[in-house]
């Protein structure tokens, strides 16, 4: 490569540094292309918005601009995510919403649709719920706004560590709806929904005795609209949500719904439900275990274990294929119809007040088939992060009934019958309802209702299962974890037996 001198003692113009940088680029970055950080890529089609220079760097390269006409000053161009925001939001807030925005949009929209365990995703067919109702309150509404980003740190703990934010949030929402509550809005679909997404947060904070208050006060300012049935038909969105905040709560305290008969009529009249198919006879799954079941349940309630078997029946075909997936916004309002059915017979919290439709009181195999029966539910309840919340009194009330509920000591067809019931009532409490802590109990008592109905094997075990309300996808793993777990038991006590 040739030599080329520059005379310093002269003046270097511009192509003179041009040709020195030239130079030295030349070997180690020929034929590269040098991509330079420090300048903003615009796409293709868009427009550069304009830059004013502003005063202070005018004025102190003022003389650069009056002498030197080749003097540039580089602005490096702002770039943002385009979040429009209903308030002023601090910038930790604001990170927090954009994160949860991109990383985890099921849990910041879990008010614009249905949440469902993702073991189910190849039996129930969710809507886009992007264009929701509840998405748009989050960008109309001031108190909405707050609340739900007060909800979403609860939701988020990997993304923040202190509960400061929250609180703030929490504490605008309440002087935001303190003053709307005096005004012409006091009753609107907003004031309503708002009430909403602060139950959800009392309730992930396990504030279930301040919740109810807010759920007592959607209540009245529903009456004050003409009841829920009118309300449905204006906004059957905030209707739906009102209804689960209201069964959750009766789970947790173990009080009736505040809706009840109300809220039942609305979900059969409104939605088209996947129930009433539990008296076809084609779709009876045992004819010996319903006639057992049929004698021994109150009308009631056996007619609610016959539709939610249907149901599990429809999940397992959709979830092979044989039929299409079930929407799952009608889904959603089928559990709660069960579960507001299931709790008219009697609240988890009533342990011998009589059934509340027939005036009789429950037998001990009748206690167990509605606790149980109320379990299955529970295991579709999910809560914002797709987990179902714990229900401290379904696990006591459930464990207290199994411990009561005895089988005849005359060998027979009904004792084969009750010890079959006890056996699904294990296996499902151990889906989502008995813990740990359980255990101790929980795998003994099983191994034995196992050895009593002469099963040794998973596969032995399933087939008693699925004459019960039973869902494979959701249900199997519980019940293979449970039955290794006797393996294992069955092995430390007896250690010639190999696991």
């Given amino acids: 490569m040739p030599f080329e001198f520059i005379d310093n003692n002269a003046a270097i113009d511009r192509a003179s540094r041009k040709r020195i940088r030239s130079r030295a680029a030349t070997g180690k970055n020929l034929n590269r292309t040098i991509a330079r950080s420090s300048r903003a890529i615009v796409p293709k089609g868009t427009t550069a918005a304009p830059f004013r220079v502003p005063a202070s760097i005018r004025n102190a390269h003022k003389r650069q601009y009056d002498t030197d006409g080749d003097v540039e000053i580089e602005i490096e161009r702002p770039v943002g995510d385009g979040l429009q925001f209903p308030v002023p939001v601090p910038p930790e807030s604001r990170y927090l919403v954009r994160e949860g925005m991109y990383t985890s949009l099921s849990?910041?929209?879990f008010f614009c649709g249905v949440r469902h365990n993702p073991l189910l995703d190849s039996a129930l067919d969710n809507p886009d719920n992007i264009r929701s109702v509840w998405v748009r309150y989050f960008f109309l509404d001031e108190?909405?706004?707050?609340?739900?980003?007060?909800?979403?740190?609860?939701?988020?703990?990997?993304?923040?560590?202190?509960?400061?934010?929250?609180?703030?949030?929490?504490?605008?929402?309440?002087?935001?709806?303190?003053?709307?509550?005096?005004?012409?809005?006091?009753?609107?679909?907003?004031?309503?929904a708002i009430l909403v997404i602060m139950a959800q947060y009392e309730r992930l904070q396990g504030q279930h005795a301040r919740g109810y208050i807010h759920v007592q006060g959607m209540k009245r300012m529903i009456e004050l609209r003409g009841g829920i049935m009118g309300l449905g038909k204006e906004n059957w969105g905030i209707i739906l949500k009102v209804l689960r905040a209201d069964l959750e709560y009766a789970l947790q305290l173990g009080s009736q719904t505040l809706f009840s008969d109300e809220g039942i009529d609305v979900l059969r009249a409104w939605r088209p439900v996947y129930v009433g198919c539990g008296n076809k006879g084609d779709?009876?799954?045992?004819?010996?275990?319903?006639?057992?079941?049929?004698?021994?349940?109150?009308?009631?309630?056996?007619?609610?274990?016959?539709?939610?078997?249907?149901?599990?029946?429809?999940?397992?075909?959709?979830?092979?294929?044989?039929?299409?997936?079930?929407?799952g916004v009608e889904f959603h309002d089928t559990?709660?119809?069960?579960?507001?059915?299931?709790?008219?017979?009697?609240?988890?919290?009533?342990?011998s007040s009589p059934n509340a439709s027939s005036g009789t009181r429950m037998s001990d195999l009748e206690n167990?088939?509605?606790?149980?029966?109320?379990?299955?539910?529970?295991?579709?309840?999910?809560?914002?992060?797709?987990?179902?919340?714990?229900?401290?009194?379904?696990?006591?009330?459930?464990?207290?009934?199994?411990?009561?509920?005895?089988?005849p000591d005359e060998a027979g067809p009904e004792t084969q019958m009750v010890r079959s019931v006890l056996l699904w009532t294990l296996f499902i409490g151990s889906v989502v309802v008995f813990k740990p802590v359980e255990d101790e109990w929980l795998t003994p008592t099983t191994q034995a209702a196992k050895r009593a109905l002469g099963l040794s094997s998973w596969e032995d075990t399933k087939k008693v299962l699925v004459r019960?309300?039973?869902?494979?996808?959701?249900?199997?793993?519980?019940?293979?974890?449970?039955?290794?777990?006797?393996?294992?038991?069955e092995f430390s006590s007896n250690p010639g037996i190999l696991p």
């Fill in 107 to 109: 849990t910041l929209f």
């Fill in 143 to 192: 108190a909405y706004f707050h609340c739900s980003v007060a909800t979403l740190i609860l939701c988020s703990r990997n993304l923040v560590k202190e509960t400061a934010q929250g609180m703030r949030h929490i504490a605008h929402t309440y002087r935001i709806l303190q003053e709307r509550l005096c005004g012409k809005e006091a009753t609107s679909d907003m004031t309503i």
């Fill in 283 to 327: 779709q009876v799954n045992d004819l010996g275990l319903d006639s057992f079941l049929q004698k021994n349940l109150q009308p009631d309630l056996w007619m609610i274990f016959s539709d939610i078997r249907c149901l599990a029946t429809i999940l397992n075909d959709a979830d092979a294929g044989y039929r299409q997936k079930l929407e």
């Fill in 335 to 351: 559990i709660i119809l069960l579960g507001y059915r299931l709790l008219r017979i009697r609240p988890l919290g009533e342990t």
């Fill in 368 to 407: 167990v088939v509605h606790l149980s029966l109320m379990a299955f539910l529970v295991t579709f309840l999910t809560g914002l992060d797709r987990q179902v919340p714990d229900k401290p009194l379904l696990s006591h009330r459930l464990g207290v009934a199994l411990k009561t509920l005895t089988a």
């Fill in 468 to 489: 019960f309300p039973w869902v494979n996808p959701l249900h199997d793993r519980a019940g293979i974890a449970l039955s290794s777990a006797q393996k294992l038991l």
